[in-house]
């Protein structure tokens, strides 16, 4: 079965670290990209961050995290990192690994269970 596995979140006082990672188990093929994804209480989810390999491993992030976030992968893990320096209050949130790959049953989305991050003052 394929599948994300996320950890890593936890609380943090403001201006602290946090490194989120995110796994994909299973039969893979190939994986097309990874992002993280948040969604805050009482607010939708947005994109945090994406890397991508059809472009050449290019990476997109927030406005709102662009300087303090990286997001990067380890291929013989298949696995994505996030990590996110000078944590903010507002990056209070419940952070989704998602992921688009191809495996025995042709193209997935896949999305991981969620990690809580609290960021205190």
């Known amino acids: 079965q394929v599948q994300l596995v996320e950890s890593g979140g936890g609380l943090v006082q403001a201006g602290g670290s946090l490194r989120l990672s995110c796994a994909a188990t299973g039969l893979i093929f190939k994986i097309n990209a990874m992002g993280w994804y948040r969604q805050a209480p009482g607010k939708q989810r947005e994109l945090v961050a994406a890397i991508t390999i059809t472009s050449g491993g290019s990476t997109n992030y927030a406005d709102s995290v662009k300087g303090r976030f990286t997001i990067s992968g380890d291929d013989a893990k298949n696995t994505v990192y996030l990590q996110m320096n000078n944590l903010k209050p507002e990056d209070t949130a419940v952070y989704y690994c998602?992921?688009?790959?191809?495996?025995?049953?042709?193209?997935?989305?896949?999305w991981g269970q969620g990690t809580l991050v609290t960021v205190s003052s």
């Open positions: 998602n992921a688009d790959v191809y495996s025995i049953k042709g193209y997935l989305e896949l």
